[in-house]
T-cell receptor
Framework: DAKTTQPPSMDCAEGRAANLPCNHS???????VYWYRQIHSQGPQYIIH?????ETNEMASLIITEDRKSSTLILPHATLRDTAVYYC????WGRGSTLGRLYFGRGTQLTVWP | NAGVTQTPKFRILKIGQSMTLQCTQD?????MYWYRQDPGMGLKLIYY???????DKGEVPNGYNVSRSTTEDFPLRLELAAPSQTSVYFC????????????????FGPGTRLTVL
């Protein structure tokens, strides 16, 4: 699986957009980008995933560059409850792939301040 | 649905003791996983299972054993506890059909905080 690089920490004012970057320059054509987050002491929570098109759901938006070497997770209106560690993960899900395994790095600690 | 449940929430063991961490899911997921998370680090995969009766090693399997006799349960066994096994343990599950699961959303339990002294 491709490795990812994320800044160790970021902060954001409540109500503003939080933009979390991720570099995955060695990503291959059939690897997806996934984002999870972990609120202090809890289990990780799935946020969003994408292959090459931008994606949006009720939690966030995912912007993937055209060359797929980087992506940005956007929380459009950050709240205090969005304070968490955010993990960017790339992996191949297809038939014959390594069975759903996710490789978590250290992620980005996002702190939302009032 | 309760989702993924883990017991106990906390445990303190002495070196050399053994214990079983319990994990149960009620979502009829075929895949289940055990991760450990050391302070300030990401999660590392210990063992995983793709269905009842099938298990395989992850990144850090040494010192642990698992079994999967039913779809719902995936217990993790520590036979001879060591201080290096002090960590938070997370169980997770997901569903993958025959053609794979592009969503690969893994559902995590609340974790078990284990201290070995």
């Amino acid at each position: 699986d491709a490795k990812t690089t994320q800044p160790p920490s970021m902060d954001c004012a409540e109500g503003r957009a939080a933009n979390l970057p991720c570099n995955h320059s060695t990503i291959s054509g059939n690897e997806y980008v996934y984002w999870y987050r972990q609120i202090h002491s809890q289990g990780p929570q799935y946020i969003i995933h994408g292959l090459k098109n931008n994606e949006t759901n009720e939690m966030a938006s995912l912007i993937i560059t055209e060359d797929r070497k980087s992506s940005t997770l956007i929380l459009p209106h950050a709240t205090l409850r969005d304070t968490a560690v955010y993990y960017c993960i790339v992996r191949d899900w297809g038939r014959g792939s390594t069975l759903g395994r996710l490789y978590f790095g250290r992620g980005t600690q996002l702190t939302v301040w009032p | 649905n309760a989702g993924v449940t883990q017991t106990p929430k906390f445990r303190i063991l002495k070196i050399g003791q053994s214990m079983t961490l319990q994990c149960t899911q009620d979502m009829n997921h075929n895949y289940m996983y055990w991760y450990r998370q050391d302070p300030g680090m990401g999660l590392k995969l210990i063992y995983y299972s793709v269905g009842a009766g099938i298990t395989d090693k992850g990144e850090v399997p040494n010192g642990y054993n698992v079994s999967r006799s039913t779809t719902e349960d995936f217990p993790l066994r520590l036979e001879l506890a060591a201080p290096s096994q002090t960590s938070v343990y997370f169980c997770a599950s997901s569903y993958s059909g025959i053609t794979g699961n592009p969503y690969n959303e893994q559902f995590f339990g609340p974790g078990t905080r284990l201290t070995v002294l």
